[in-house]
Nanobody, 115 residues
Framework: QVQLVESGGGLVQAGGSLSLACAAS????????MGWYRQTPGKQREWVAREYSDGTATATDSVLGRFTISRDSARNMVYLQMKSLKPEDTAVYYC?????????WGNGTLVTVSS
């Protein structure tokens, strides 16, 4: 079993910054990737960024240059640093971990960007 717990969401003004953290525990050895998705009401969950176990990181075009994903393998943590936030970044952000064909999810943390 894998458990993921997000933290760091909140309310921020447009142009501001916020950092999210995700703590992973359980059987994570051999995982393929960890990262973040986000979802707004009525829309499908949207992939935001991921980091593979080899350290390769990617992000969706809409957040390139503004969001940075990083991972602390010693602490089993993954982070998402967000800057220059826009109202359209408002969403529930979910941490995920992919391992042996299965995807595990955290419960999500709400990020609200006011205009």
């Amino acid at each position: 079993q894998v458990q993921l717990v997000e933290s760091g969401g909140g309310l921020v003004q447009a142009g501001g910054s916020l950092s999210l953290a995700c703590a992973a525990s359980g059987s994570i050895f051999g995982f393929k990737s960890m990262g973040w998705y986000r979802q707004t009401p009525g829309k499908q969950r949207e992939w935001v960024a991921r980091e593979y176990s080899d350290g390769t990181a990617t992000a969706t075009d809409s957040v390139l240059g503004r969001f940075t994903i990083s991972r602390d393998s010693a602490r089993n943590m993954v982070y998402l640093q967000m800057k220059s936030l826009k109202p359209e970044d408002t969403a529930v952000y979910y941490c995920y971990l992919e391992r042996f064909g299965l995807t595990y999810w955290g419960n999500g943390t709400l990020v609200t960007v006011s205009s």
